[in-house]
């Protein structure tokens, strides 16, 4: 047994409850919570329990060898039938106590009695069971086997380029010796650019020594008979994310071509002149489209919040410091959009056109990323965020009016909303506050290289 005091509601109602101190009485009870270890090794004292005989049923019917009943499941999420999830009164779908997901056509559409009768016993026990094993043969799986794939969106901002391509140049060794491919694009303010390398065969005459055919992949002399050419695409639709090369075409799983591609990125964002700034939500979106069909890992790393395009976030906080002397005018600027609604949604100013463009803007980027985080869960993808600040531009609010008080620069990275859309699409929100090697810019690779695993 051991105390959990720091679990005590602070609801008044709530204490009296738990507590069983309900008739107003000084005594209250004591709040203490079993921890439990199934797997423990028990204490040498303690009394070994006795055997339980534990029902087993038989959903095979015995007139049918070969018939059999599959786990009643969410089409959704997976999760299996359960005495919390709220079943239909004709018994043939129910409410997922997980995703609130439905599914429908729990029990067969057949005629035969034997299965049907079989169906009706999995419902009744994944009903009346919270836990259930299933026996099946061989190896469970419940997709086919994909390829690992992880992608990366690097942010154009030329401060902190070099160090996303030396962690990711470190870091690609590593996960392509494991089976890994990774791929990389490159986010600035108007559009997504993926780079990739197009495989080329050359003109090379074929010959058999004593009839033998060489392989195509090589010429005479034992060098390769394909070239590769660096090719770049441009994803510029800022309203409509979507994914302009199929997935094959720009990830890697050969470590020298990789290592080719990183060291030509620097020259490539050269040559585009943006602002400051990214379509962070676009190049999300990017990500999710291109992983749709096979399903995969999709990391964004920035220094910016998206400030273009669909997914836009404005600055919540621009001259609003008095928000911050209320609870109630606070709560908002760290709630994630995605659980805001019109009513709670505070405007930037007194003027009625600002604050229903700040409401529209709002209200369009919830609903963005309430569908992206709803589209990576269906077709299991997942999205990581790495937020990268340097010591003197920290991102901490302006909590006096007074601008002589202010001594670091004020940014606004919204990262309720970023960080409640990794937690839809089970992935992770990190925000490195950077460890500098001496100059401004230059950030400890091996740092950011473990968050990125």
């Known amino acids: 047994m051991r105390s959990t005091f720091h679990c005590v509601p602070r609801d008044k109602k709530a204490l009296r409850k738990v507590t069983g101190n309900v008739g107003g009485s000084n005594s209250v009870g004591d709040l203490l919570g079993v921890l439990i270890t199934p797997l423990g090794v028990p204490c040498t004292d303690d009394v070994p329990p006795s055997e339980l005989n534990i029902e087993l049923i038989t959903v095979l019917s015995s007139s049918a060898q070969e018939r059999t009943i599959n786990p009643i499941r969410c089409n ?7 005495p919390y999830c709220i079943l239909s009164p004709n018994n043939t779908s129910f409410t997922c106590n997980i995703c609130s997901s439905k599914t429908f056509n729990i029990l067969p559409t057949t005629s035969d009695a034997i299965l049907t009768t079989d169906a009706n016993i999995a419902l009744t026990y994944g009903m009346k069971c919270s836990t259930l094993e299933y026996d099946v043969g061989g190896m469970y799986d419940l997709k086919p086997r994909k390829q690992n794939v992880h992608l990366y969106a690097l942010d154009s901002n030329p401060l902190y380029l070099n160090s996303y391509l030396a ?9 392509i010796s494991s089976g890994q491919k990774i791929g990389v694009c490159i986010v600035t303010s108007t559009q997504v650019l993926i780079p990739y390398f197009k495989k080329i065969q050359k003109r ?8 033998t055919p060489v392989p195509p992949s090589t010429t005479k002399s034992g060098q390769e008979a394909y070239t590769y050419e660096l090719s770049l ?3 510029s639709d800022l309203r409509e994310p979507f994914a302009p090369l199929p997935l094959e075409e720009w990830i890697f799983g050969d470590r020298k071509l ?19 700034g990214n379509c962070g939500g676009v190049s999300l979106g990017v990500l999710m489209e291109s992983m749709k069909e096979f399903g995969g890992r999709g990391t964004l790393l920035t220094s910016h919040r998206p400030t273009f395009g669909v997914g836009a976030l404005r600055d919540r906080e621009v001259g609003q410091n008095s928000l911050y002397s209320k609870e109630k005018t606070e709560k908002p ?24 463009q700040a409401d529209m803007m709002d209200q369009n980027a919830a609903t963005y990323y309430c569908n992206l985080g709803t589209e990576c869960m269906k077709h299991r993808v997942r999205l990581d965020i790495v937020l990268t600040t340097n010591w003197k531009t920290t991102a901490d609010p302006s909590w006096s009016t007074d601008v002589s008080a202010v001594i670091k620069r004020r940014e606004f990275f919204d990262v309720a909303t970023l960080g409640e859309l990794c937690k839809a699409s089970c992935g992770k929100f990190t925000w490195l506050k950077m460890r500098t090697n001496g100059g401004v810019g230059e950030y400890d690779v091996d740092y950011l290289r473990e968050e990125l695993m």
């Open 333 to 356: 600027l760290y709630t994630p959009l995605q659980k805001l609604t019109k009513r709670n949604q505070k405007a930037s100013s007194n003027n009625d056109k600002t604050s229903n």
């Open 233 to 235: 695409v441009v994803m």
């Open 167 to 175: 962690a990711l140049s470190s870091l690609g060794e590593e996960l």
């Open 204 to 211: 090379v005459e074929r010959y058999t020594d004593n009839n």
């Open 76 to 82: 959704r999420c997976g999760t299996y039938l359960n």
């Open 258 to 276: 990789f290592q080719d591609l990183l060291r030509s990125i620097p020259g490539l964002v050269a040559e585009c002149k943006e602002e400051e």
